[in-house]
């Protein structure tokens, strides 16, 4: 059972344009909402986190938008640069961030185009 | 540099065989974890320790799979009788609190020939 759905699978995005990735959860225990940004070769590098007491959080080109009736929440990255060129996971576990493990999406591998 | 260090970076092995990761966690972080990621997909939670307690294993893994972290520090991941299956790049993260995020090693890629 997958419970975290992730969505497109890939997507291409021009240069300075905005990149929009979905994620859908299932358990209603979750609190802790984290991206991650996967480069090839490494390990995955948290990007922003969220939790379910606010709907929108923002830093810096990284925006997260969360819908806690609809179960969703969503990455926007804005002036999309090549260098954002990545995978992209979303993620959520319960009791917080530490606390447990994280359960994640099944990623999407997000190209810029110059 | 002192992030998640992981150790070796990729291990090549026969099926049959047994091997052993390493993970270092980030200074005075009191929580490890190890996570299991095949190509194409997102890592998949194996286990966790607070300190040197193991306080949750994931059903991913079997009995053939086995962690420690005896002095709370570092900590070993052992795969035994290594299986095709078994070939995945195998994740370390670690944090410093329950409200704090995870942050993960560059992993060890498993290959079973």
Known sequence: ?114 | DTGVSQDPRHKITKRGQNVTFRCDPISEHNRLYWYRQTLGQGPEFLTYFQNEAQLEKSRLLSDRFSAERPKGSFSTLEIQRTEQGDSAMYLCASSSSSDQPQHFGDGTRLSIL
């Open chain 1, 1 to 114: 059972q997958q419970q975290v759905k992730q969505s497109p699978q890939s997507l291409i995005v021009q240069k300075g344009g905005i990149s929009i990735i979905n994620c859908a959860y299932e358990n209603t225990a979750f609190d802790y909402f984290p991206w991650y940004q996967q480069f090839p070769g490494k390990g995955p590098a948290l990007l922003i986190a969220i939790r379910p007491d606010v709907s929108e959080k923002k830093e810096g080109r990284f925006t997260i938008s969360f819908n806690k009736s609809a179960k969703q929440f969503s990455l926007h990255i804005m002036d999309s640069q090549p260098g954002d060129s990545a995978t992209y996971f979303c993620a959520a576990s319960i009791k917080g961030g530490g606390a447990d493990g994280l359960t994640f999406g099944k990623g999407t591998h997000l190209i810029i185009q110059p």
